[in-house]
Structure formats: structure tokens, C-alpha cells
């Protein structure tokens, strides 16, 4: 066929297509994210005959259909879902699943007799119900046993003296809405998933691009034959138990041979997982999946395997599939394993990154959990995996190494690790990127910003968290707590004395360098004054040796205390240097 071919259908159609399969939604299984109201104006729109958009489906050749015969296939609905979920929940009363995945009805009520300043439609509320010219749910119109002089009867009679003689014309709009024809536009199996965005965004009037991770997961859950459906399952349960455990209960009781299969077990864990530093998103699996154990970064090569594309044109392979839903089970199954993920976390909390506030971005992270997977594929030893992993992060930290283009950069990563071994392309990358010019002059010089969200300087608060450093002139409170606590900067060397020096700029007073995070009952001693002014109030706090060994621990120099116009750049430069310093002394003992 062509790249696609566009097809008028009738509203009723389409959802006798969905009920039999032959249109595959596999959105439905997951939480309905349209409100109410949206779903009322939708009926609303077709109440009136304005059109409702294209649907877009893709032939997926390879799945037959039972109660098709021999050319019976599935086309899957890729744009849509929300749409055709919605007439399913209003006209046939189908459930929808909320945000805990429990099923829930979405009723919309028609008030036949309204008037031209009144709504023809309303979201079921107690009030629709005590009214007796609305109709609570208009899916009662629909059914098959539905009669309208039975129902003519019954409404007269709850509204004695009302107008009736639009009654009937009103009734069959309504029920006349499954007559509306809609376009569906079906997409040809061969085509590639850039090819298809392409596509969806010329004929999508809003001009949205296709979220490719939504169409890689429709994908996997239409191919039941190789456990795909359980695939998805999977993802989208492990997701949501990280953040609702007690969502587990539910899972049983609502998809028990789910919860009975190898995929619901290895999900066992979560109902106790309590909070955790990681919640991936559905999209974040895929990816770390997709690098970890097909050593790849773009979704749309994971939809071309698994729908058996072997590269030749028009050419498909049934043992592609097969092999590339294996590894995708076998991938994911890896993702949610207890001893993985709490493995992988472990590692992090030993690193000094005990905290979401030190993680610089979820792909930084996503693309630490790959590496971390492609070594136990590897079967390196934990206690390496552990060690190794912590290097990883904050060697990508320091280093910016997924900056630019980080999926060519992680293609790379996986070539080489492939064929030299973790340890041995990790060391690779110290020996050309984290010498001693690095320590001594790069890295100090990247203390020097004014953004403290950049990822060297989040290294460091790792660094200071993995030595369980306290806060300047604390005894007591951990700067990594207060860190979490998102506890306000502190200027070392404040603004006004640092003003009074000659020094106005932000690139002095605002540089990392000069911050530092303090507990209330130090805030209360320091104050907004210079070192030499509030040095006698801190015998307050502890003795000179400990004062000593606070400065210390935060790699301050203890001339802090006769630092003056002449010495306030060579004491922030001397801090930069020894905030560098720490950082290699830390990623060596990882």
C-alpha cells in the first residue's frame, strides 16, 4: 500500500473496531487523562456536527486476529486514544482507570429540553440527578434494549407540564452522534517511526510531534504472543508502585494473572520500596533499557526490531521479533529486579549522593542505571559494579561528558565498553580527560561560576556528603541535610564586605567558591558580618581546634579570618583549587 491511505468511518464503527480488536488501544489500560468536562465537550461537538479530528492507526501485519480469518490484523491507534476512550466511557459506559489505576465510570447526563442559553450536557452530579429533565447518563441511550416510547413515557411523566415537541427530534441528535463520520488516517506497517512522526505532524493541526516512547509502548502491548502485554504491564505498575506502594494491593486484586506471572513477582519488592532517590518514567525505562541491552538510543530502532524490520526493504523477520521481545523482557525484567535497583542505588548513597537536590538530571541518572545494567549483563562482581558506578557518575559530573550530544556519546560508550571492558574504557577516559591540568587548572576554574546547579559543583556536595562533612561551624548538622533541606547559600564572604573591599560584581561575591550552607544557630553568630568581625563570637560555638577542623573540612583556608582587599581573590582562588583537590581525592577512594 501507500505510505497511508485516509478512511471515512462512522463514530460507531470505530468503537465496534476497538470492542473486537481489530483497533488496538492500548492506552486503555493505563490512566485516562482526560477531565470530565473535556469528555462532555467532546460529546457536546458532536452533539452539534463539528468535526472531532483524524484518528491515526498503523497496520501491524504481523498480529492476527481471532474471528478475523487469515486477513484479519490489528491496526494499532496512535493518535486518538484519549478521543476514542472517551466515547467508549460516555456511549457504551465502559470504565476508564483513574490516577491509582482503579476503574472508574465517567458519566455525562443530556438534558433534552434545554433551552438556547442553557448546556445540552453536564458532568453526572448529584444536582443532574435530582433534576428530572436531565438525563444522568446518556450511555442508557445506547444500549441495545434501549426503547424510546418507554422511555418517552417514563420521561413525561417525572415532567408534568413541560414542552415535549422537541423531545423526540432532540433524543435522536443525540443517539444520531454514532453516525458521525470521522477520518481515520492508517499508516503503512513498512514505513519507519521518523517517517511516521513526519507524517502525524503534517496532518496533526497542532502540529505536535509523536511522542515516540508512547508509540514504542502501543507497540509492545498489542503482541501478546510474545508476552508483550505483560512487557507493558511491567513498565507501567513498576512506575507507578515507586511512587503509590500501596498501589500492589490493587494490582493483585485487579490483574491477578498479572500479579501471578515471572513479570508481577519480580514487582513484589516495590509494595515495600519506601521513598526512593529514582522514579523513572515509562519513557525512562525504555531508554535505559534500550541502551543496557540492545546497545541502542533511539526509540525508533526498538520499534523497527520489534516489529522485525531486518533492514532490507519490505523485508520482515518473525525470529527478529521473537529475539528482540526476549531481550526486551529480559531487559526490563533487569530494570525492575530488586537487587538491581536497590544495587544501583546503594552505590549512589556511597558515592555521597544521598539526596535528589545532588542528581544533576534524570538522563544523567537514567544514563548511570544503563551502564550500571550492562555491567551485571556483564557479570561484573557487586562490590565493582559498586565502585565502578560511582566513578561513572561523578566522572560524568566533573567532566560534562554528556554535554553536546549525549546519544552519540552514549552509542560510543556502549561500542567501547563492548569491546574493552568497563574498567578498562573508564580508564581510558581518566587518562585522557582527568589528568593533572584538570585537577589543577579546568576544574577549579568551573568553581568560579555563579550557578550552583552546575554538575561539578554537585559532585563536590557529593564528595563532602560521601565524608559526612558538618556544616561550617556545626557539631552537629550534616551539610548534606541541610542541603536536602534546601537550606538558603550562605556567603562565606559577604556582599557588604566584600563591597567594602572594592569587589561589586556577582562573578566574586555570587561564585560557588564563596557558598556555603549553615545551620540556624550559626546564622544567628555569623550574620551578614566578615570573618574578622564575628571570629570572637564563635568561641560560642567550639574551641580553636575545632574551629580549625571545620575549616578544614570544607576546604577553607584559616587566613579567612585576616582576609582583606588585598587577599580576597587569592583566597577564593586558594578555595577553588582545594574544592578541586577534594574531588580528586573522592573519586579515588570510590
Known amino acids: 500500500m501507500d505510505n497511508y491511505k485516509i478512511t471515512q468511518y462512522s463514530v460507531n464503527s470505530i468503537l465496534g473496531f476497538v470492542e473486537s480488536s481489530q483497533i488496538a488501544i492500548p492506552e486503555i489500560q493505563r490512566p485516562f487523562v482526560w477531565k470530565e468536562k473535556e469528555v462532555k465537550d467532546l460529546i457536546d461537538s458532536l452533539y452539534e456536527g463539528y468535526p472531532i479530528g483524524y484518528l491515526i492507526v498503523w497496520q501491524n501485519s504481523k498480529v492476527r486476529l481471532k ?94 407540564g413541560e414542552d415535549f415537541s422537541d423531545l423526540e427530534q432532540n433524543i435522536d441528535t443525540l443517539k444520531g452522534i454514532v453516525k458521525h463520520q470521522v477520518g481515520i488516517v492508517e499508516l503503512s506497517f513498512q514505513l519507519d517511526i521518523d517517517v511516521v512522526s513526519e507524517i502525524f505532524i503534517r496532518i496533526n493541526l497542532q502540529g505536535k510531534p509523536l511522542n515516540q516512547e508512547d508509540f514504542a509502548m502501543s507497540k509492545i502491548s498489542v503482541n501478546e504472543e510474545f508476552d508483550g502485554d505483560y512487557i507493558r504491564n511491567t513498565i507501567d505498575y513498576f512506575c507507578h508502585l515507586l511512587k503509590e506502594p500501596s498501589f500492589y494491593d490493587l494490582m493483585i486484586q485487579g490483574d491477578p494473572d498479572f500479579a501471578a506471572s515471572r513479570y508481577g513477582q519480580a514487582l513484589a519488592w516495590c509494595k515495600d520500596a519506601g521513598s526512593l532517590l529514582y522514579n523513572p518514567s515509562y519513557a525512562d525505562v525504555l531508554k535505559v533499557v534500550l541502551i543496557s541491552s540492545f546497545g541502542k538510543t533511539r526509540v525508533g530502532d526498538l520499534v523497527n526490531l520489534l516489529s522485525g524490520k531486518t533492514g532490507r526493504r519490505g523485508q520482515v523477520s518473525r525470529q ?60 561484573i562482581a557487586d562490590k565493582d559494579k559498586s565502585s565502578l558506578i560511582g566513578k561513572w557518575m561523578a566522572m560524568t559530573l566533573m567532566t560534562g561528558h554528556y554535554q553536546g550530544s549525549p546519544d552519540s556519546v ?52 557529593a564528595a563532602l556528603a560521601s565524608d559526612d562533612v558538618y556544616a561550617l561551624y556545626s557539631k552537629d548538622r550534616k551539610l548534606s541535610d541541610l542541603y536536602e533541606a534546601r537550606t538558603e547559600s550562605y556567603q562565606i564572604l ?75 581573590e587569592a583566597f577564593l582562588s586558594e578555595r577553588r583549587k582545594k574544592m578541586a583537590m577534594r574531588l580528586k581525592s573522592y573519586y579515588d577512594s570510590l
Not at 442553557?118 to 444522568?136: G, Q
Not at 556511597?350 to 538522563?363: D, E, F, M, P, W
Not at 567550639?542 to 580576597?568: G, H, Q, R, T, W
Open 67 to 160: 474471528g478475523f480469518g487469515k486477513g484479519g490484523t490489528k491496526k494499532i491507534l496512535i493518535d486518538g486514544q484519549q478521543r476514542v476512550t472517551a466515547l467508549m466511557a460516555a456511549l457504551l459506559g465502559k470504565d476508564v482507570l483513574d490516577d491509582q489505576y482503579r476503574a472508574k465510570k465517567i458519566r455525562i447526563a443530556f438534558n433534552p429540553l434545554s433551552g438556547p442559553e442553557e448546556e445540552h450536557f453536564a458532568v453526572y452530579s448529584d444536582a443532574v440527578e435530582e433534576d428530572p429533565r436531565w438525563i444522568p447518563d446518556i450511555s442508557a441511550l445506547f444500549r441495545r434494549d434501549f426503547s424510546f416510547r418507554q422511555f418517552e413515557k417514563e420521561y413525561k411523566d417525572r415532567n408534568p
Open 320 to 379: 527478529l521479533t521473537e529475539e528482540s521481545f526476549h531481550k526486551l523482557a529480559e531487559g526490563v525484567l533487569a530494570f525492575v529486579s530488586e537487587k538491581n535497583f536497590r544495587g544501583f542505588l546503594a552505590a549512589l548513597d556511597k558515592a555521597g549522593y544521598k539526596t535528589g537536590r545532588l542528581i544533576y538530571s534524570q538522563s544523567v541518572l537514567n544514563n548511570c542505571y544503563a551502564m550500571y545494567l550492562l555491567m551485571d549483563r556483564k557479570g
Open 410 to 461: 552514549i552509542a560510543r560508550d556502549v561500542e567501547n565498553i563492548e569491546r574493552e571492558g568497563f574498567a578498562s574504557y573508564l580508564a581510558q577516559i581518566e587518562s585522557l580527560r582527568m589528568g593533572e591540568d584538570f585537577f589543577e587548572s579546568v576544574l577549579p576554574d568551573r568553581f568560579a561560576t555563579t550557578t550552583a546547579r552546575t554538575a561539578p559543583f554537585l559532585a563536590y556536595m
Open 494 to 568: 559577604p556582599k557588604a564586605f566584600l563591597a567594602s573591599c572594592g569587589f561589586r560584581t556577582r562573578e566574586i561575591y555570587g561564585q560557588v567558591a564563596n557558598i556555603t550552607y549553615l545551620p540556624s544557630e550559626v546564622k544567628a553568630v555569623v550574620k551578614k558580618k566578615s570573618p574578622a568581625q564575628y571570629r570572637d563570637d564563635l568561641d560560642k560555638l567550639m574551641d580553636e581546634k575545632e574551629i580549625a577542623a571545620s575549616l578544614a573540612s570544607l576546604d577553607l583556608d584559616p587566613a579567612i579570618f585576616e582576609v582583606d582587599e588585598s587577599s580576597v
